[in-house]
């Protein structure tokens, strides 16, 4: 084992810690809180409070980083997810609310752009939506989505990651849907970084949209936030606690902790007063010096890249058929045979290994290289 901490508690449990270069991963953690977020978090665990009322409390600190009507903490964006598609079949209706997953209404069909199909759409259909898409795998235009919206739609759904399509654009489509009265809703789970998007896409035009709070932000692992029009929170709201309903709502399995309430909002309101800039450079610095140390040679190119919609400035490495070491899946397990292990992304198309930075502690990149170039060697 390098230097890296292996702290107390780990270690009666018997796990180690690991190398993270492949990002704000649930697999591997989500991120490191800060202390402020953990004393504030501590802080909260000392007194008993009425839980609906720091809902609120915390709902109004969103809304105003958001510039949205309203907001909520959600268990992570994967519960804000079921909660907005949950909130646009029923409104505030308490029958229906006691209904789901088996709501007894038409009004339940969810709409999807073809192309942004993803790991996490299942989340929508947890309330009991059915998801229908429109467009093919590569390719929309709006006539796509005049053909399938209907008295059946209950809402438009738009997914953002890294890797997958902008279909028509948060504008177009909130346009479409909004003629039908039809709202739109945005897993936009880990597009922050930039700080600007807590906000932009509900000023294009999102009637709710949905954030991890374990991501970027480096609040608790499993907390989220939904940000977006008053009434449709509202029935997210009442969907994950309605302490007077006779039996518990489906959003019962996904409540938030005081704790975690409180360590969500002290995230947030850090993350949008950090200064992003240093952040950023930052992680360039880490990146570069990866470049720098295990430079490119025959078969294999080393590249510094940052583009705002992936995850801060990484190194990534290319191979092409000149390359006579081991192939792109090798390397990755000997990064994780190290001890620690090292955990890369492997991002694209053409088997190229991401190393990403954004969690990576000081000294790690240093780790990383010197793993990289006796492997490579
Ligand atoms: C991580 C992720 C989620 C799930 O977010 P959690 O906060 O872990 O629940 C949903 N959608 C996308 C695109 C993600 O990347």
Redesign the pocket.
């Known amino acids: 084992m390098s230097n890296i901490l292996w702290p107390e508690i780990y270690k009666k449990l018997g796990v180690k810690p690991v190398i993270n270069a492949r990002s704000?991963?649930?697999h591997l953690g989500?991120s490191l809180m800060p202390r402020e977020v953990l004393s504030a978090m501590e802080e909260a665990s000392k007194s008993f409070v009425d839980i609906v009322e720091l809902h609120k409390s915390a709902g109004k600190i969103i809304s105003k980083i958001c510039k949205s009507e309203s907001g909520l903490v959600?268990?992570?964006?994967?519960?804000?997810?079921v909660l907005m598609s949950a909130g646009c079949i029923t409104g505030t209706d308490k029958k229906l609310i006691s209904e789901l997953p088996n709501p007894s209404t038409h009004k339940k069909e969810i709409l999807i752009f073809k192309g942004q199909r993803?790991?996490?759409?299942k989340?929508f259909e947890m309330s009991g939506a059915v998801l229908k898409e429109f467009g093919d795998e590569s390719d929309v235009s709006p006539k796509d989505l005049y053909q399938k919206i209907d008295e059946k739609t209950c809402a438009v759904a738009f997914?953002?990651?890294p890797f997958?399509s902008t279909g028509l654009g948060v504008l177009e489509t909130a346009k479409i849907a909004h003629e039908f009265n039809v709202p739109l809703i945005i897993?936009?789970?880990?597009?922050l970084p930039p700080v600007e998007n807590l906000y932009r896409f509900i000023d294009q035009g999102a009637d709710l949209i949905?954030?991890?709070?374990?991501?970027g932000i480096r609040g608790p692992?499993?907390?989220?936030i939904l940000a977006g029009n008053k009434d449709l929170v509202d029935a997210a709201f009442e969907n994950m606690i309605c302490f007077d309903s006779p039996k518990a709502t489906i959003g019962r399995s996904m409540k938030v902790s005081k704790e975690g309430i409180v360590g969500l909002v002290t995230a947030l309101e850090m993350f949008i007063d950090s200064d992003q800039d240093a952040i950023w450079d930052s992680w360039r610095q880490k990146a570069q010096f990866i470049v720098e140390h295990v430079s490119s040679r025959a078969g294999l190119t080393i590249k510094l890249e940052e583009n705002e919609d992936r995850q801060g400035p990484q190194a990534v490495l290319y191979f092409d058929n000149m390359w006579k070491g081991l192939n792109s899946e090798e390397i990755r397990e000997s990064l994780l045979d190290n001890d620690p292990s090292i955990y890369v992304g492997a991002g694209g198309v053409s088997g190229e290994i991401n190393i990403v930075v954004v969690n990576l502690q000081d000294g790690e990149e240093k780790i990383i290289s010197d793993k990289l170039n006796e492997i490579l060697n």
């Open positions: 704000w991963v649930t989500g959600t268990a992570g964006c994967a519960a804000a997810q993803n790991h996490y759409d989340n997914a953002m990651s997958l897993d936009a789970s880990a597009v949905a954030f991890s709070g374990g991501k692992q499993d907390t989220g």
